[in-house]
């Protein structure tokens, strides 16, 4: 199982770290064990938020399917955001076991598996999609992921209150 691995959907969404690692901490074989629990475990597609191409031709070694959906936090944009939002959703949508990484399970992430919950509608409001987020990864939300949820009530034209527009 890739290192923070955690369900977002049960059994429909799910983020991890990039398989193998980053940095020093990159090792060929856990990468392939990785990719291999994946692909047995019945992922329909990899979504990688990286700008770079680490591991994408190893998925297509072990016949994984994948996509590249490079995203890099809040100021990148909402704009952005909304793009990768309506990707996400699309994917979603489909009925696919999805899993999503960048290189470490980090705010940028956290921050847009809440902005998912809150734009595919499963979470009507910015405070209780921090919260739940927060709940679901077992990690408090910082700065950049909580601009990243409050760009998505922004772009949504959500409240971000419990449902009070005062």
Known sequence: MPRGFKWIITDRLAVCER??????????VRRKEEIIW?????????????????NLHNYEDLTVKWAQVPYGGPEEGSERLVEVLDELVEFTAEGQRVIVHRNELNDVVCGLMGAYLLWSG????????????????ERRLDSPGRQIIEQAVQARGAPDDEGDDA
């Open 19 to 28: 398989p193998g690692g980053c940095g020093a901490s990159h090792r060929k």
């Open 38 to 54: 994946l692909r047995e475990n019945d992922f329909d597609l990899v979504i990688s938020l990286l700008g770079s191409e680490h």
């Open 122 to 137: 499963l979470i009507p409001h910015g405070p209780q999609v921090i919260s739940v987020t927060e709940r679901l990864l």
